[in-house]
């Protein structure tokens, strides 16, 4: 297919079809570049809105809103842009926060949260504050009682495979996935008696328990419910003898499998989000307290006092270990306003370029205001006004950062002139 040809008129015909400058450069990249190359650009997306945000399109979006959770979710680009410039605080001053009070979740309310889930996995991670306050006060097992659970690799679950055209049952348990375990009835190198009955059109397989029992339980719940079908008179496809075993005797989530991802992390909270398996997992098995051992623990409300935080930026050699130390010190500092006063206790460690681009870096504030002056333009077209490769430095720009207001980038110059 030849490659088609952009002239104004059908880019102009094009652009109509969007009424944003991002939606006509995702949609039809072809025509875009072509306007770009033209400079015709402005002209063709004249009828289309801005698609930057400024403080009146702010309020006007956040006045629709009552909830600031939903605001933050549902408008993330104007939530991150309110914080960048300062207005958050004044265009949500009208919405709900949704920040349960201390001890608001007792143990009924903990009940009545619990009852909306079917299994502790939701629970634990759709409502995760009722569940730690569940969990730290050990009311998880009565809570949960009506609940299922999940696959975990240690408990098992009883499932059937029957035909009742021909009243005939196979009856297994497993540790494993449940359709992963019938994916392999199915398959051709299938073993087990079920293949009596699995490539029949009506045959039903039916998950009978959740994944209740251990390993011995597992041949006295197998046989109560093989006579249960016996006494509806099918017939048994099981062998006897071997009522009690495992279709896999591997575990899916070993200890080790569960302490090793938990050494990839270095809070609760992570180690929940980022492998929720085998989080599950550690829960089911008991075994989360010691996986997580090594992790920093939950700091108490009103730890980072001024002075603690202080005290605490005493200890590190640099800006850098303070605000990547991630105990909480640093957000506390940052909501506070005191980080002006608590970096008078570090040494700001930031360079800026290399030994080639020094001299660049130093011109930074110069170089912004070009950049300003054509139009926040890409690091080809400063190169040509210019004359060299600041690439590094455009990206900066254009994600906020702003030479004249960073006094770490004024102390480094003054330091290096």
């Known amino acids: 297919m030849p ?17 944003r400058r991002q939606k ?14 033209q400079n015709i650009l402005d002209e ?8 930057r945000w400024t403080k009146l399109k702010l309020v006007k979006v956040s006045q629709k ?15 991150l842009y309110s914080i960048k410039h300062g207005y958050r605080d004044e265009i949500t001053k009208h919405m709900i926060r ?6 608001y979740w007792n143990k009924d309310r903990c009940l009545l949260e619990a009852k909306k889930y079917s299994n502790r996995s939701d629970f634990m991670r759709k409502s995760s504050s009722a569940y730690n306050a569940s969990l730290a006060n050990k009311w998880v097992d009565d809570i949960c009682i009506h609940m299922g659970s999940p696959a975990d690799g240690y408990h098992h679950c009883v499932y059937a495979i029957i035909n009742e055209r021909k009243k005939m049952v196979y ?8 359709n992963a375990r019938i994916k392999q009835h199915k398959s051709s190198n299938n073993s087990s008696n079920s293949k009596a009955i699995i490539k029949l059109t009506d045959t039903r397989f039916i998950k009978l328990t959740e994944y209740l029992y251990e390993k011995k339980d597992i041949k006295t719940v197998e046989t109560k419910w093989v006579k249960f079908y016996e006494n509806k008179n099918y017939k048994i496809l099981n062998s006897i003898k071997s009522l009690g075993g495992t279709g896999t005797s591997k575990r899916i989530h070993t200890d080790e499998i569960i302490f090793s991802e938990a050494k990839k992390y270095l809070r609760r909270a992570d180690f929940k989000k980022g492998s929720p398996r085998i989080y599950d997992a550690a829960v089911s098995q008991r075994l989360l307290e010691k996986a997580c051992s090594h ?10 006092t001024k002075e603690n ?20 010190a640093y957000s506390s500092a940052m909501k506070n306003k005191w980080l002006d006063e608590i970096y008078k206790f570090l040494q700001p460690e930031k360079q800026f370029g290399t030994i080639d681009s020094k001299d660049h870096w130093l011109m930074a504030d110069e170089i912004y205001d070009l950049w300003i002056k054509e139009n926040k333009c890409g690091s080809w077209r400063m190169q040509a006004v210019t004359g060299f490769r600041s690439d590094k430095m455009i990206r900066d720009f254009k994600n906020g950062w702003i030479p004249q207001e960073d006094n770490e980038w004024k102390t480094w110059r003054k330091d290096n002139t």
Not at 65 to 79: C, P
Not at 98 to 103: A, D, L, Q, S, T
């Open 171 to 178: 009856v297994g348990i497993t540790r494993q996935l449940f």
């Open 44 to 51: 063709v997306c004249s009828h289309m809105g801005s698609d």
């Open 309 to 328: 935080c202080i005290n605490f930026a005493k200890t590190c050699s640099s800006r850098k270990e303070f605000t990547r130390s991630k105990n909480g």
């Open 24 to 37: 006509f450069k995702k949609e039809s990249p072809g025509a875009y570049k072509a306007a770009r190359v």
């Open 3 to 19: 490659k088609k040809k952009w002239f104004k008129k059908n880019i102009a015909n094009e652009a109509k079809k969007y009424n």
């Open 65 to 79: 809103y009552t909830s600031l959770k939903k605001f933050r979710n549902e408008q993330k680009g104007a939530y």
């Open 98 to 103: 949704e920040i349960k009070p201390h001890g």
């Open 295 to 304: 992790m920093r623990g939950i700091a108490s409300k009103n730890t980072w």
